[in-house]
């Protein structure tokens, strides 16, 4: 079946680490992409995006994520984490066989920022 | 950015009672939105797909008759979950769509509404 995976479902980290999030899709053919962060208490935000064009993608707050499409990867990283980093991680595919109306949720990685 | 509205945040009802919970993009034409549930510790699943004046899509597995979606306005949808028993209970939540450049492509969501049936 289509979908996506996140293989990190808890992550530990201190202030000023790196972070990478893993995230793999099973689509083939084009794809959009996309991270959404879910802080405590709060709605979904989206972090960055990924259309076409350079695979390196940046977003808010010092993210960045990298389309691998020979790996069928959309890593999430960040350089040196913050303890307002602290929330949920979503990795999301449009899915392109449903001419890219629906998105496709990972189950999230909860990261949690000691300071 | 785009502002997607839900209410209410929290709802706690009896079972047998049917709820609405409204969702209104507040800054956009919303064509299409998307209700979604999420489970503790799981992430979103879609349950509906809904386009401005037209019947709702639901996903396999999703009982129409039991969660009511209208997108009777470009602004605003709702989602009626009728005759609610505790196993309803669950966190739901909208998102909205537009064609506009802003919106295009990308879905902006709601907060969420936290439903418990007891």
């Known amino acids: 079946a289509q979908s996506v995976s996140q293989h990190n479902h808890h992550v530990i980290l201190s202030e000023a680490a790196s972070l990478e999030l893993g995230c793999n899709y099973s689509?083939?053919?084009?794809?959009?992409l996309f991270w959404y962060v879910q802080y405590p208490g709060q709605h979904l935000q989206l972090l960055l995006k990924?259309?076409?064009?350079?695979?390196l993608v940046k977003g808010i707050k010092g993210f960045e994520a990298e389309f691998i499409k020979s790996k069928f990867s959309f890593n999430l990283r960040k350089p040196s984490v913050q303890w307002s980093d602290t929330a949920e991680y979503f990795c999301?595919?449009?899915?392109?066989?449903?001419?890219?109306?629906?998105?496709?949720f990972g189950t999230g990685t909860r990261l949690l920022v000691s300071p | 950015g785009a502002v997607v509205s839900q209410h209410p945040s929290r709802v706690i009802c009896k079972s047998g009672t049917s709820v609405k919970i409204e969702c209104r993009s507040l800054?956009?034409?919303?064509?299409?939105m998307f209700w979604y549930r999420q489970f503790p510790k799981q992430s979103l699943m879609l349950m509906a797909t809904?386009?401005?004046?037209?019947?709702?899509?639901?996903e396999q597995g999703v009982e129409k008759d039991k969660f009511l979606i209208n997108h009777a306005s470009l602004t605003l949808s709702t989602l009626t979950v009728t005759s609610a028993h505790p196993e309803d209970s669950s966190f739901y939540i909208c998102?909205?769509?537009?064609?506009?450049?802003?919106?295009?492509?990308?879905?902006?969501f709601g907060a969420g509404t936290r439903l418990s049936v007891l």
């Open positions: 800054d956009f034409q919303a064509t299409t």
């Open positions: 990924y259309f076409s064009g350079d695979p």
């Open positions: 998102s909205a769509r537009g064609q506009a450049e802003l919106a295009k492509n990308i879905q902006y």
């Open positions: 999301a595919v449009n899915a392109p066989y449903t001419g890219f109306q629906k998105l496709v």
């Open positions: 689509y083939g053919g084009t794809v959009n």
């Open positions: 809904s386009n401005e004046g037209s019947k709702a899509t639901y």
